[in-house]
């Protein structure tokens, strides 16, 4: 009978150690579950680093766009400027690379510390994207070791000018100067490279070109001394709305606006006022709010496996006063 009730009590005992064991491997399984579906929240919830090369009016609308997107898509962004500084970008670059964000978005200083930005992240295996300033030789952006490229074709926006100043200038051509940005830039080479292409074949010589570093006071200065040395001329066509606004200053105050055209670039807020007051005679436009929301989307479509275009244009349009009206000045 002992031994019975023994056999009895045991069989009792390992009947409640299986039920404590199945009912604590049963939250296991439910906990594991959860975990996993925590970790996939947590994948959904991206660390962006955007790096920007300086402070500009153009920054400020492109952030807009970047942070609408990251809202829209779940996204934390952390942003470093470099104050111009292509080895301060370096630096910021390297920061992010060892806090292991998900992906870099980068707008260069220039595009050469931009290629060893791409090397540093390709070695540690963190995404990189280019927005706005494209790097290496490639006219569309296209770089190896980037995710993709967000912006424009600064080739084909250098031509738009020149089909602007052709049609200002009408079959008769005439003489031009060429105000350019930062040299050595990629927008400055590429622009004016576009802008020599699309005046082949035309009666539009460029007799004299220099930098104003995208400055309007250094512009108005540049025309100012050309006008001073009673040099003729039929037209200025600037890399930027800023310098063609100083260039359109220097004319109305010397009075010869109404003889010599001028063209920008970029479609700011003062370069449209400018158009419609007929400071200027064209400008181009494109949203650099819809440029920094693209490079967000395009990003976080690559980081959740889906395929992305190496580039991605954003174009630039003209804009003269019979069409001003039509654009919103962003920056």
């Not at 630096?91 to 964000?101: L, M, N, R, S, Y």
């Not at 595009?111 to 090397?119: A, N, P, T």
């Not at 003729?232 to 310098?243: G, P």
Request: net charge negative; proline share 2%.
């Amino acid at each position: 009978m002992k031994k019975q009730m023994k056999k009895v009590l045991a069989l009792g005992l390992a009947m409640v150690m299986a039920a404590g064991i199945t009912a604590c491997s049963a939250p296991a399984k439910e906990e594991t579950a959860a975990v996993t579906e925590a970790a996939g929240e947590a994948k959904d919830e991206y660390k962006i680093a955007v790096l920007l090369p300086g402070p500009t009016g153009y920054f400020v609308a492109t952030k807009e766009g970047i942070d609408a997107a990251a809202k829209e898509n779940n996204v934390k962004i952390e942003y470093a400027d470099a104050q111009w500084d292509a080895s301060k970008q370096l630096a910021q670059a390297e920061d992010f690379i060892v806090k292991g964000v998900d992906l870099i978005a980068l707008c260069s200083v220039d595009s050469g510390s931009g290629e060893k930005i791409v090397k540093s992240a390709n070695e540690s295996n963190i995404p990189i994207l280019a927005f706005t300033n494209a790097i290496g030789g490639e006219e569309s952006g296209q770089y190896d070791g980037l995710v993709s490229y967000v912006g424009q074709n600064e080739v084909n926006t250098g031509a738009v000018t020149g089909e602007l100043a052709k049609q200002l200038l009408g079959k008769d051509g005439g003489k031009a100067i060429l105000i350019e940005g930062v040299p050595g830039t990629t927008p400055q080479i590429n622009r004016k490279k576009g802008l020599e292409r699309a005046l082949e074949g035309s009666n539009i010589e460029v007799i004299f070109n220099q930098t104003s570093n995208w400055e309007k006071e250094q512009a108005l200065k540049i025309v100012e001394d050309m006008i001073q040395k009673k040099t003729e001329f039929d037209i200025v066509i600037c890399q930027d709305d800023n310098s063609a606004t100083g260039a359109g200053q220097a004319l109305k105050e010397a009075g010869l606006k109404d003889t010599v055209k001028v063209i920008g670039l970029g479609g700011s807020i003062d370069g449209l006022q400018a158009v419609k007051d007929g400071l200027i005679d064209g400008t181009t436009y494109m949203s650099a709010v819809e440029e920094g929301h693209v490079a967000i989307e395009t990003a976080v479509k690559f980081l959740k496996g889906e395929t992305v275009a190496p580039v991605t244009e954003i174009k630039q349009v003209e804009v003269n006063k019979d069409n001003v009206d039509t654009f919103k000045g962003e920056w």
